[in-house]
C-alpha cells in the first residue's frame, strides 16, 4: 500500500515538473518572439527612406567599409562586375528596389550597422551625423562611391562638405560620440534577428542573406 502511495505521489510530482517545463519553454518563445518583434520596431532616429505608411518595410544591415553592401547599393564597380561574371543578369537591389518601390510609395526602407568588415564604425558615426541633417542617404551613396578611403576620417568628411553638410553641426556631433550606443544597439539587433553577414535584408521581417540579385527581392515583393 505505501509502495503505491509513493508511486502515485512521484507520478504526480512528474506531471508537475513536466506542466511547468513546458511552461516555461512557451513563455521563453513568447519572450523571444516578443524581442525579435521589438528589434524590427523602427525608431525615429533611425535613416528611413520612403513612405512611413508603406506595407512592407525592408532593414538594411550594412557597413560603409563592406564591398558587397557597396555593390549591393549600385557601387564598387569591381565587385558588381565580379558579381556579373558569376550571374550574367545581376542587378543591384537597392537603387531598383528604391526607384521601383520606394519612390513609388510601396516600401520603405531603414538602414542599420553591423560589423561586415570592421573599418566602416566611424564613418557609420558620420552617417548617422548626416542623417541628422537629411544628407543620410546622398552621403551613403557618396561614401560607397568612394571606399577605398572609407577608414580616412578626414576624407569622409571632405566627402559631406562636398555634398553641402553643415560641417560646424558634423563635426560636434561626430566628437560627441553620441551614436556610439546607437552601433551597438543596431549590432545587437542584427545578432537577435540572425543576422550573419552584409549586407542583410529583412523584407517585413524575412530574412535575405548577401548582395542577392534585384530579381530576388523583385519577386518577394511582387508577392
Given at each position: ?85 558569376k ?94 550606443a ?12 540572425d ?10 521581417g ?11 527581392f ?6
Open positions: 500500500m505505501q509502495k503505491k502511495i509513493y508511486w502515485t505521489i512521484l507520478s504526480i510530482l512528474a506531471i508537475i515538473l513536466l506542466f511547468f517545463a513546458v511552461k516555461y519553454s512557451l513563455d521563453s518563445q513568447k519572450s523571444n518572439a516578443r524581442s525579435n518583434q521589438d528589434y524590427l520596431q523602427i525608431s525615429p532616429d533611425e535613416p528611413v527612406k520612403g513612405d512611413s505608411n508603406a506595407s512592407t518595410t525592408i532593414i538594411i544591415y550594412s557597413d560603409p567599409s563592406c564591398p558587397f553592401c557597396a555593390a549591393a547599393a549600385g557601387q564598387n564597380q569591381q565587385v558588381i562586375s565580379y558579381l556579373k561574371s550571374m550574367p543578369d545581376w542587378e543591384a537591389p537597392v537603387p531598383n528596389i528604391i526607384k521601383n518601390y520606394v519612390d513609388t510609395g510601396k516600401v520603405r526602407l531603414v538602414f542599420r550597422y553591423s560589423p561586415g568588415h570592421g573599418t566602416g564604425e566611424e564613418a557609420m558615426k558620420i552617417l548617422f551625423c548626416a542623417n541628422e541633417q537629411g544628407k543620410f542617404w546622398e552621403l551613403h551613396d557618396v561614401i560607397f562611391a568612394h571606399q577605398e578611403i572609407v577608414a580616412d576620417i578626414v576624407q569622409v568628411k571632405l566627402l559631406a562638405q562636398n555634398i553641402n553638410v553643415d560641417m560646424t553641426k558634423l563635426n560636434i556631433c561626430h566628437s560627441s560620440n553620441k551614436y556610439a546607437k552601433l551597438k544597439q543596431d549590432t545587437a539587433s542584427a545578432q537577435a534577428l543576422v550573419k553577414g552584409t549586407p542583410s535584408f529583412l523584407i517585413n524575412q530574412l535575405i542573406s548577401g548582395a542577392q540579385p534585384y530579381q530576388v523583385e519577386k518577394i515583393l511582387n508577392q
